[in-house]
């Protein structure tokens, strides 16, 4: 087996909806619920690590579970600990859940005022 370097992170480790048997890493409160492959890519692009994806990969604790495919490799020129950059990496990961739930708030608000404009209308 090839031995890599970077440091292996599976969406599974950050995921808030998980326990700490099912996979998470990091405490609950600093994890954002269900992660994707996706996330964890802009989560990377924003903190400027560089990284490679292998997108069929089957997380082994969730081997029945097909739809959590991937994990992504960090590169770690620095030599950080593996925990301290799945930190750095959750901070990222909740930005961007942030940035999606309040996007989606706005876009149920539009469609909700439309509604309620229609009806309105003499």
Do not use: C, F
């Not at 992660?35 to 989560?43: F, G, K, M, Q, S």
């Not at 994806?53 to 097909?66: F, G, H």
């Not at 942030?98 to 309620?116: M, N, Y």
Request: glycine residues 6%; charged residues 35%; proline residues 5%.
């Amino acid at each position: 087996m090839k031995q890599r370097d970077g440091i292996i992170v599976w969406p599974a480790y950050l995921d808030s909806t998980l326990t700490r048997a099912q996979g998470r890493r990091i405490p609950k409160n600093l994890a954002a619920p269900e992660i994707t492959l996706e996330i964890l890519r802009e989560a990377a692009d924003g903190i400027s690590m560089e990284y490679d994806i292998e997108p069929e990969k089957v997380y082994p604790r969730s081997s029945l579970d097909q739809k959590a495919k991937g994990y992504i490799v960090l590169t770690n020129p620095q030599g950080h600990k593996k925990n301290r950059v799945l930190l750095v990496l959750a901070k990222g990961v909740r930005r961007i859940v942030a940035k999606r739930e309040a996007a989606k708030k706005v876009e149920a608000s539009k469609k909700k005022d439309k509604k309620g404009r229609k009806g309105t209308r003499h």
